[in-house]
Nanobody, 128 residues
């Protein structure tokens, strides 16, 4: 089970830290990723982290470059997404997902092919 938290309302330029707590499976043997779905748009990958802490950012058009950071805390079996300098276009529902086979890159790039587990999401609303 994956449980996201940390979403909410934030002004443009502000910061949020999202958490994804994983139950029932160790981060030492799985990759976890953050994905988001904006209103009226398809779900897109944001960032993924592997069981060795290797990271991959899905950064077409530099939409998160230098602003978002994915990290993990194995002691608490939790993966974080630190969001800085948020923009209105970052608004959406943020989901975390876990996969025991994929690398961070393939997890982020091939999430539409299916991943092992998904959380229910946490809403982020950025106001101008």
């Amino acid at each position: 089970q994956l449980v996201e938290s940390g979403g909410g309302f934030v002004q443009s330029g502000g910061s949020l830290r999202l958490s994804c707590q994983v139950f029932g499976l160790s981060l030492d043997i799985a990759a976890v990723g953050w994905f988001r779905q904006a209103p009226g748009k398809e779900r897109e990958a944001v960032a993924c982290i592997g069981d060795d802490s290797a990271t991959y950012y899905e950064d077409y058009e530099d939409f998160v470059k230098g602003r978002f950071t994915i990290s993990r805390d194995t002691a608490h079996n939790t993966v974080y997404l630190q969001m800085n300098n948020v923009k209105v276009e970052d608004t959406g529902v943020y989901y975390c997902a876990l996969d025991s086979v994929r690398t961070p890159q393939t997890m982020c790039q091939l999430h539409r092919s299916g991943l092992d587990y998904w959380g229910k999401g946490t809403q982020v609303i950025v106001s101008s």
